[in-house]
């Protein structure tokens, strides 16, 4: 299915950039109409995905984070984190809470929020080509509230 609307966004995997990466898709996000918790849920799931490329994908230097987010009928928002960085070995079990290849600085719950924060998330990665996170939340929003008062 075609978006209705759609952008893109290339940042360099600085920590500085998480805030406008989150920042810039919530904005996006707002033409939609979401609630103020469905826009508060996207950006902490945007958060920790892009947070996995600065800490995870590129740990010891800077690559770029391609973002892409899009919106759909029906009020489905999607947004895909995409890197070039050093991928996961084995997903499913990255995906288990509480996992963590970087034990006493992470808590090994990025992809455990993002789950719960978003309707659907999927992962797909190749070690040493990267990794694309795919989120998806229906959103509810303002506008079907505002039809029935
Ligand atoms: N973009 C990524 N590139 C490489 N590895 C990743 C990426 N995202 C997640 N991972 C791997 O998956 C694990 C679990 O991620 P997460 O649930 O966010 O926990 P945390 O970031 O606290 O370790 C990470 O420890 C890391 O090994
Ligand atoms: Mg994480």
Sequence with gaps: MK??????LEIESRSVNEAFA???VAAFAAQADPTVEEISDIKTA????VTNCIVHAYPDYVGKIYIWAGIFDNGIFRVKIKDKGCGIEDVDKAMV???????GERAGLGFAVMESFCDRI????KPNK??????EKALCGRS?????N
């Design 3 to 8: 978006a209705l609307n759609s952008m893109k």
């Design 22 to 24: 989150r920042a810039a």
């Design 46 to 49: 945007v958060s920790e995905a």
């Design 97 to 103: 809470p509480l996992f963590t290849t970087l034990g």
């Design 122 to 125: 999927k992962v797909r990665s």
């Design 130 to 135: 990267g990794t694309v996170v795919t989120l």
């Design 144 to 148: 079907g509230a505002d039809e029935r």
